[in-house]
């Protein structure tokens, strides 16, 4: 036994000790194996932060929560237990669970938690083997494995940030009440919406023969391909359409709602139909294409936070015209994810067209970079955007290659409901803080209501962030796709961007990069905060002078809008700073007053010459007729001399 599984069982030994303590023989003999199997799964770093009397009032408060409890109905309780009220303590707000065993119920329960903007601290989730009589009462508990036969109970003890609103606490525990039901909604009917699923495969494949039968058959391997475990099923209703009022509307068919589309009392159109542009309805009449694979507007609930995937699959009449839908709402699974594109029905035959159209030859560089942009490609993205647009965007990302550049690619979904954007953006550039200034951008051209992100990095030049912004159907203002990508452009640059063209501009292409590469990594956070890029170009030559050789460099100047007799002064030292209080007096005894001073260590963290840069605000009497220049070069040459010790510093 290794140390962190003694310490846990030292843990519990002294729970139960507590135990035998306080209760009788019976209810000790039943604690036990409840007990073990509570904190089985449990860090022992979590179990040694909780006394063994806090331990032992969880578990029985929890076992008193689950004495009795009607099958197929949860039994929840959200509290702050104290010493006082309850005989145990805990900082947090302690939710208890007692439900039917099923999957997705800690991660749903979970995703409820975090979508109220509550903390987790600790989660304790035992599955126990459980009989109760007819009326629910408790009869035994213990490991799965004591009784095989024995209904599976799931009991959760989760523990939040403390909820001190008694509003809070209502609306966690309606959320997590109506979480469970659906988890119960969705795993109750998956058999049924899985038989739905084949039902609409083989409907599909008894299509009227004026549907291209290539591309039924495709079809028809796609719902196979999702039955065979790349969709966990939510939801299922089927839908007939109709013409309501001269327009194309989907009426639902009656007792056919599974999971969480079950029919609802109110419910008799499509409302999300219904919101849809004229122009997005009338695909609904149109024969193809045969699916439509997109996401639908709501959060899943269960399992993984995200939309949920739709799969709407036309009904056909023997004339071959649409009169309804077979709606299936869900989530594609990892395996669906992490599928190569040659070997998924849909996405294979899309790449492959895109492939022959771009006319690479096989085998070279460019094709090469097409099938790694093709199988990297955002895979919802790809099941969703048009084939003429996936090209384009393609072929862009492939001819983009290593330059280091901002680009934007983007497409609309047809239903209005998002606009979906590829930013590449130098990695070395990316930021959480240029993502969210991206963020707002692209909010603000497509009018979005929300936004998600995904962001790839990896050993490329170029970082890839996927926003998808949603938006409202029929919302959506005029815009230009290059204007928003020189606005995220401009957000963007960065000083070292700024610094590199002003050298150019400056000393040439050549002179300026050679400068740019030596003194680019130099400058410190503080300068670069305080100096604009482009006033930095002065500094840099004189950088580059003492780097070279010379001892000292100076320069006298006048701040850009500075009140008359405002003066400053930049001191470059190689090796190391000036001493203040030496200095100071000297730029007295020359007739000016110090007003400030800011220095820099110009040189990257391990150069062993870096250059000390100061820079003095001074305050000095007025010029008369000496012009700047001439002024400049003679405070610049006697306060050199006076720092080498050639004259003396007096006021003479």
Not at 216 to 238: C, I, K, P, S
Request: charged residues 25%; contains cysteine; proline residues 5%.
């Amino acid at each position: 036994m290794n140390a962190s599984a003694q310490a846990l069982h030292n843990r519990v030994d002294a729970v139960l000790a507590l135990a035998a303590s306080r209760l009788d023989a019976a209810a000790h003999k039943m604690i036990e194996g409840f007990a073990r199997e509570y904190f089985a799964r449990l860090d022992a770093d979590d179990l040694a932060e909780r006394t063994p009397e806090d331990l032992l009032g969880a578990l029985l408060s929890h076992l008193q929560l689950g004495e009795v409890r009607e099958p197929g109905r949860p039994k929840l309780r959200i509290f702050g237990p104290t010493q006082a009220e309850d005989g145990w303590s805990s900082r947090h707000s302690v939710i208890q669970i007692v439900n039917d065993d099923m999957p997705f119920l800690v991660d749903s329960t979970s995703l409820e938690i975090n979508r109220q903007g509550l903390t987790l601290h600790l989660i304790v989730h035992p599955i126990f083997a459980v009989r109760r009589d007819k009326k629910g009462k408790l009869e035994s508990i213990g490991p799965q494995a004591q009784s095989p036969d024995a209904p599976r109970e799931s009991w959760m003890h989760i523990e939040v940030d403390r909820l001190i609103d008694a509003e809070q606490r209502d609306a966690l525990a309606a959320g997590i009440e109506q979480v469970l039901a659906d988890v119960r909604a969705a795993v109750t009917d998956w058999r049924a919406m899985l038989a739905k699923l084949h039902e609409a495969i083989a409907e599909l494949q008894r299509a009227p023969a004026a549907l291209p039968r290539p591309l039924v058959a495709e079809n028809a391997a796609f719902l196979q391909w999702l039955a065979d475990g790349h969709m966990t099923l939510l939801g299922y209703r089927q839908h007939d359409l109709v013409d309501e009022r001269g327009e194309a509307a989907l009426r639902l068919v009656r007792g056919s709602g599974l999971g969480l589309l079950r029919d609802t009392e109110q419910e008799k159109l499509s409302v999300s139909f219904a919101a849809l542009p004229a122009q997005a309805r009338a695909l609904a009449k149109a024969p193809l294409p045969l699916l439509v694979v997109t996401k639908a507007n709501t959060r899943s609930t269960v399992h993984r936070a995200g939309y949920t995937d739709y799969i709407g699959v036309k009904r056909y009449n023997a004339t071959g015209e649409v009169i309804g839908e077979h709606r299936f709402i869900g989530l594609f699974t990892s395996t669906a994810y992490s599928a190569r594109v040659a070997e998924t029905p849909l996405l294979r035959g899309k790449v492959e067209a895109i492939a022959a159209a771009a006319g690479l030859p096989a085998g070279g560089h460019l094709a090469k970079a097409l099938d790694h942009v093709l199988e990297t490609y955002p895979r919802d993205d790809l099941f969703q955007i048009p084939d003429e647009q996936l090209y384009d965007t393609a072929l862009g990302i492939v001819a983009l290659g290593e330059r280091q550049r901002l680009r934007l690619f983007m497409w609309r979904d047809p239903f209005d409901r998002f606009v979906s954007c590829l930013v590449y953006v130098p990695r070395e550039a990316y930021s959480t803080d240029l993502r969210v200034k991206f963020q707002r951008i692209l909010m603000a051209a497509f009018g979005g209501t929300s936004a998600e992100f995904d962001v790839l990095l990896s050993d490329a030049v170029l970082a890839r962030i996927h926003f998808t912004v949603r938006t409202t159907p029929g919302q959506v203002p005029a815009y230009e796709r290059k204007d928003i990508e020189r606005q995220l452009a401009a957000a963007a640059r960065r000083w070292d961007d700024e610094l590199r063209d002003a050298l150019v501009d400056e000393e040439g292409e050549g002179a300026g990069l050679t400068l740019f590469k030596r003194w680019s990594a130099a400058f410190p956070a503080a300068y670069r905060d305080r100096v604009a890029a482009r006033d930095a170009v002065p500094d840099v030559r004189k950088l580059a002078a003492v780097s070279t050789g010379a001892p000292l460099e100076l320069a006298l100047y006048q701040p850009p809008g500075a009140a008359p007799g405002a003066l400053g002064l930049k001191i470059y030292l190689p090796g190391a700073p000036l001493v203040l209080s030496d200095s100071l007096p000297m730029l007295e005894h020359m007739g000016v007053r110090v007003i400030g001073e800011s220095s820099w260590r110009i040189g990257t963290p391990d150069d062993a010459h870096a250059i000390f840069l100061h820079d003095f605000e001074l305050q000095a009497p007025a010029a008369g007729e000496t012009d700047a220049a001439t002024r400049a070069g003679l405070f610049e040459g006697a306060f050199a001399r006076v720092l080498s010790g050639e004259i003396e510093s007096d006021d003479f």
